[in-house]
């Protein structure tokens, strides 16, 4: 059976609601790198996270085992 070499990158971006700055500069660092650990229990990898305080970037290799859906959950 031949193998897939299929490779998909999500950019996804979420904001806090309202737009309301929510990640201070104290807290960003954190959440930037408790991120990728969260992507690495659903079988991604992440590429590179940032964001500032009303919302994030995310570009990550999408797992070819989990839905979309499951992972945007999860890191909400």
């Known amino acids: 059976m031949p193998k897939s070499l299929a490779?998909?990158?999500?950019?996804?971006?979420f904001s806090t609601k309202g737009r309301e700055p929510f990640s201070t500069e104290a807290v960003r660092p954190q959440l930037h790198r408790y991120l990728p650990k969260l992507l690495r229990e659903y079988d991604s990898k992440h590429v590179v996270v940032g964001g500032v305080e009303d919302h994030v970037h995310i570009l990550f290799e999408m797992s070819k085992m989990r839905p979309a859906s499951k992972i945007v959950e999860r890191l909400k």
């Open 7 to 13: 490779q998909i990158y999500v950019h996804l971006i």
